[in-house]
């Protein structure tokens, strides 16, 4: 599925109906290059898991942990990850095996060990759509 958002509150919206939708197990993988908007689209989706304190990129923790959603939401940030088996050290299987939804943003790092069922989101953007305009490819694997 590919849609377009042009707006930021559009890609945050489009969040949340994913967020709302989600359930127990589920496994998004975030690409998208530096300031399309994937903390915007990963707000949205706490927002809509009932996630109400406010939610930042784990760029140097890899991992938060959300708790009072109607079901866990785990918020991977592997930018930093130099090779895939420093996810093994923070136990990764744990949450992403889990009942929680988990979210990586920087998927395509790790894409090795990603579990067999994900759904990949992939935010790009066209500066000659305009300045918030988001191309967003959803593909189930």
């Given at each position: 599925?590919?849609?377009e958002t042009?707006?930021e509150r559009?890609?945050?919206?489009m969040?949340?109906?994913m967020?709302?939708?989600?359930?127990a197990g589920?496994?998004?993988a975030?690409i998208?290059?530096?300031?399309?908007?994937?903390?915007?689209?990963t707000?949205?989706?706490?927002?809509?898991?009932?996630?109400?304190?406010?939610?930042?990129s784990?760029t140097?923790?890899?991992v938060?942990s959300?708790?009072?959603?109607?079901l866990?939401f785990?918020?991977?940030?592997?930018?930093?990850?130099?090779?895939?088996?420093e996810?093994?050290e923070i136990g990764?299987?744990d949450?992403?095996?889990?009942?929680?939804?988990?979210?990586?943003?920087?998927a395509?790092?790790?894409?090795?060990?990603?579990?067999?069922?994900?759904t990949?989101?992939r935010?790009?953007?066209?500066?000659?759509q305009?300045?918030d305009?988001?191309?967003?490819?959803?593909?189930?694997?």
């Amino acid at each position: 599925m590919k849609t377009e958002t042009h707006t930021e509150r559009e890609t945050y919206e489009m969040g949340v109906r994913m967020g709302r939708e989600s359930r127990a197990g589920q496994v998004y993988a975030l690409i998208g290059d530096l300031g399309v908007g994937k903390t915007v689209f990963t707000k949205g989706l706490a927002f809509g898991l009932g996630v109400e304190e406010p939610v930042s990129s784990p760029t140097f923790t890899i991992v938060q942990s959300y708790e009072e959603g109607r079901l866990p939401f785990y918020h991977f940030d592997v930018y930093r990850i130099g090779d895939a088996e420093e996810m093994d050290e923070i136990g990764y299987e744990d949450y992403i095996y889990g009942d929680g939804v988990s979210l990586i943003e920087w998927a395509d790092l790790i894409e090795e060990i990603l579990p067999e069922h994900y759904t990949e989101i992939r935010i790009e953007k066209d500066l000659e759509q305009g300045f918030d305009y988001r191309r967003i490819s959803i593909c189930e694997y």
